[in-house]
């Protein structure tokens, strides 16, 4: 019996050489041969190769597979065009001639030309320090003028890495809130929806409960009658309550109890806040609706209020300090909004604060409650300096850099709750800047009264973007998420030698975790799984077995700690 064999048909390949760049010795060759060997070729051999292309067009077309095309031009990444290029090439973004300027979103100059690059205060309209004599907000001021200090103090910035812990999450971390009472406890939650409790006074002291939620967890606030007790709200559509030495969680929302139904039905929360005079959980999802739980009876009561375009996120949910009875709001139709919980019904907003992109976060100020502070995708950060003043356009609009992709956690700018002058906001940034040849993503410290940069810290062994950063409440202490770590932040002390710091400072949690093929970084965004190890010497295919190897780093950990 005779062998059977197999037939293959390839696809015709075709590649598109781009015209602009410049040409190969071997094509200039080819080009200077005389024309006349082709003449007597033709004869033969071209009438060959003719049927012979003839019959792969006739096979492809019969089987109905379209020619594979690979282009070898540039294509930009922004316009999709061909003939240039755009994106990040280290620590420098080049724009595309087709689309105006990254930062700022105006034509005319490049991205490392902008001057709200080179000045952050630029085009900045400083805070009018004019006397009001409205009635209204003589009475709100009342309750706050005693506690301000009449000398503005100088700010105290936290801009030395003082302890780390590497990898601690098994996906970027999304959100950081401080305990009430105990001034060295941490909370985190990640992308997964693990809630980790960390004391970085005691560095090794840690855990991660992994048993809460099934997705990203978005918000947390620590409970006003209880701060042992923590309330989260998570993209898997519903609110815990959990008891951080314990672990053991409850439930008090879920808005998919059937399960996943499509992503038309899936209603995932985002923006909560706590109202302790209410006794009230306000929490929002991804339709455009505001739902209230009550703390006393971990119940849902009254019906959800549309308070944003109805299929629109509500990413965040913020109540004023001085007057609980007043909500603020944010999302993705473009619009913060303040609203009257007693008279709290669809439409009935107080005002709506128009922005020309998506809003990532809307605060009060956290002493009198007066101020507004916003951040929008458009590389904004607006302040409004009175909710009793003209709420039609912000006081100021500041450009920094913070439109994000996709694979980052949102960039919200938040008041130093510390600073009496309510002045001072933290910010990640987006654009890396270059430093000694690294390129590194700073944390910025804003004066938002004036738009200056008051200071930029960083720290060169971490190269990744730190989105989310949560002042202290009362230490002067900064926290920071950079991917799957975490850092703690204090202001450098000249007098201390560094040869007397502990090395057991830096945590690297590895062993338990699976192991993850590290994604391509070629298109500039930071990933979950793109963690870069930055803290050790180890090779790559091996794994450190226990968190005591920490006391043994290298020299990239003293540097780190200096």
Same mark, same amino acid.
């Given at each position: 019996?005779?062998?059977?064999? &197999?037939?293959?048909?390839?696809?015709?390949?075709?590649?598109?050489?781009?015209?602009?760049?410049?040409?190969?010795?071997?094509?200039?060759?080819?080009?200077?041969?005389?024309?006349h060997d082709e003449d007597e070729d033709e004869g033969e051999n071209g009438k060959d190769s003719e049927?012979?292309?003839?019959?792969?067009?006739?096979?492809?077309?019969?089987?109905?597979?379209?020619?594979?095309?690979?282009?070898?031009?540039?294509?930009?990444?922004?316009?999709?065009?061909?003939?240039?290029?755009?994106?990040?090439?280290?620590?420098?973004?080049?724009?595309?001639?087709?689309?105006?300027?990254?930062?700022?979103?105006?034509?005319?100059?490049?991205?490392?030309?902008?001057?709200?690059? +080179?000045?952050?205060?630029?085009?900045?309209?400083?805070?009018?320090?004019?006397?009001?004599?409205?009635?209204?907000?003589?009475?709100?001021?009342?309750?706050?003028?005693?506690?301000?200090?009449?000398?503005?103090?100088?700010?105290?910035?936290?801009?030395?890495?003082?302890?780390?812990?590497?990898?601690?999450?098994? &996906?970027?971390?999304?959100?950081? !809130?401080?305990?009430?009472?105990?001034?060295?406890?941490?909370?985190?939650?990640?992308?997964?929806?693990?809630?980790?409790?960390?004391?970085?006074?005691?560095?090794? !002291?840690?855990?991660? *409960?992994?048993?809460?939620?099934?997705?990203?967890?978005?918000?947390?606030?620590?409970?006003?009658?209880?701060?042992?007790?923590i309330y989260a709200a998570s993209s898997d559509g519903t609110i815990s309550c959990t008891d951080m030495?314990?672990?053991?969680?409850?439930?008090?929302?879920?808005?998919?109890?059937?399960?996943?139904?499509?992503?038309?039905?899936?209603?995932?929360?985002?923006?909560?806040?706590?109202?302790?005079?209410?006794?009230?959980?306000?929490?929002?999802?991804?339709?455009?609706?505001?739902?209230?739980?009550?703390?006393?009876?971990?119940?849902?009561?009254?019906?959800?209020?549309?308070?944003?375009?109805?299929?629109?996120? +509500?990413?965040?949910?913020?109540?004023?300090?001085?007057?609980?009875?007043?909500?603020?709001?944010?999302?993705?139709?473009?619009?913060?909004?303040?609203?009257?919980?007693?008279?709290?019904?669809?439409?009935?907003?107080?005002?709506?604060?128009?922005?020309?992109?998506?809003?990532?976060?809307?605060?009060?100020?956290?002493?009198?409650?007066?101020?507004?502070?916003?951040?929008?995708?458009?590389?904004?950060? &607006? +302040?409004?300096?009175?909710?009793?003043?003209?709420?039609?356009?912000?006081?100021?609009?500041?450009v920094h850099s913070h439109d994000f992709n996709r694979h980052l956690t949102p960039f919200r700018a !938040?008041?130093?709750?510390?600073?009496?002058?309510?002045?001072?906001?933290?910010?990640?940034? *987006?654009?890396?800047?270059? *430093?000694?040849?690294?390129?590194?993503?700073?944390?910025?410290?804003?004066?938002?009264?004036?738009?200056?940069?008051?200071?930029?810290?960083?720290?060169?062994?971490?190269?990744?973007?730190?989105?989310?950063?949560?002042?202290?409440?009362?230490?002067?202490?900064?926290?920071?998420?950079?991917? &799957?770590?975490?850092?703690?932040?204090?202001?450098?002390?000249?007098?201390?030698?560094?040869?007397?710091?502990?090395?057991?400072?830096?945590?690297?949690?590895?062993?338990?975790?699976?192991?993850?093929?590290?994604?391509?970084?070629?298109?500039?965004?930071?990933?979950?799984?793109?963690?870069?190890?930055?803290?050790?010497?180890?090779?790559?295919?091996?794994?450190?077995?226990?968190?005591?190897?920490?006391?043994?780093?290298?020299?990239?950990?003293?540097?780190?700690?200096?």
């Amino acid at each position: 019996m005779a062998p059977t064999t &197999r037939s293959f048909s390839f696809p015709r390949v075709i590649i598109e050489k781009d015209t602009d760049s410049e040409q190969s010795s071997s094509e200039e060759e080819d080009d200077e041969e005389p024309l006349h060997d082709e003449d007597e070729d033709e004869g033969e051999n071209g009438k060959d190769s003719e049927n012979d292309g003839q019959r792969i067009e006739e096979e492809s077309n019969k089987k109905g597979k379209a020619p594979i095309t690979i282009s070898l031009k540039k294509v930009c990444k922004v316009c999709k065009r061909t003939g240039h290029e755009a994106g990040f090439k280290g620590a420098t973004y080049i724009d595309c001639p087709m689309k105006p300027c990254f930062l700022c979103k105006m034509p005319g100059h490049t991205t490392m030309s902008c001057p709200h690059r +080179v000045a952050t205060e630029f085009g900045v309209i400083p805070a009018s320090h004019k006397n009001t004599r409205n009635a209204l907000l003589y009475v709100f001021e009342r309750q706050f003028k005693p506690h301000i200090p009449p000398i503005k103090p100088a700010y105290v910035i936290p801009d030395q890495v003082n302890c780390a812990v590497i990898r601690y999450h098994s &996906r970027r971390v999304t959100c950081l !809130e401080f305990h009430p009472t105990n001034n060295r406890l941490l909370l985190s939650g990640d992308k997964k929806g693990q809630v980790g409790v960390w004391d970085y006074d005691k560095v090794h !002291e840690k855990v991660v *409960y992994g048993n809460i939620h099934s997705c990203i967890v978005n918000n947390m606030r620590f409970s006003p009658t209880n701060d042992g007790m923590i309330y989260a709200a998570s993209s898997d559509g519903t609110i815990s309550c959990t008891d951080m030495e314990t672990g053991i969680s409850s439930s008090l929302m879920n808005l998919n109890p059937d399960g996943w139904q499509g992503p038309n039905n899936w209603r995932m929360l985002y923006g909560m806040d706590i109202n302790p005079e209410k006794h009230a959980v306000f929490v929002a999802d991804n339709f455009g609706f505001l739902y209230l739980v009550d703390t006393r009876s971990n119940n849902k009561s009254g019906q959800a209020v549309l308070i944003h375009k109805k299929g629109s996120k +509500v990413v965040g949910l913020h109540s004023n300090p001085l007057q609980p009875d007043l909500l603020l709001s944010c999302g993705n139709d473009h619009f913060a909004r303040i609203w009257d919980i007693r008279q709290l019904v669809a439409g009935s907003s107080l005002h709506d604060l128009a922005h020309r992109r998506v809003v990532n976060s809307a605060y009060f100020s956290p002493i009198s409650g007066c101020k507004i502070l916003t951040t929008s995708q458009d590389n904004r950060i &607006r +302040v409004w300096d009175s909710i009793f003043g003209n709420l039609d356009s912000p006081s100021r609009e500041i450009v920094h850099s913070h439109d994000f992709n996709r694979h980052l956690t949102p960039f919200r700018a !938040e008041w130093d709750p510390k600073d009496p002058s309510e002045s001072l906001a933290v910010v990640g940034r *987006y654009i890396s800047e270059n *430093y000694n040849g690294i390129a590194l993503h700073p944390i910025d410290f804003i004066d938002v009264s004036t738009g200056q940069l008051v200071a930029e810290v960083m720290d060169p062994n971490i190269t990744t973007i730190s989105p989310v950063n949560k002042l202290h409440p009362r230490d002067d202490v900064l926290a920071s998420g950079s991917s &799957r770590s975490l850092f703690i932040w204090r202001p450098k002390d000249d007098h201390e030698p560094t040869e007397q710091k502990d090395e057991r400072k830096i945590v690297i949690c590895t062993g338990t975790e699976k192991k993850r093929k590290h994604k391509s970084k070629n298109d500039g965004s930071d990933d979950d799984d793109s963690d870069v190890d930055k803290f050790t010497s180890t090779p790559k295919g091996k794994n450190l077995k226990s968190t005591k190897s920490a006391t043994k780093m290298s020299s990239t950990h003293r540097r780190m700690k200096r």
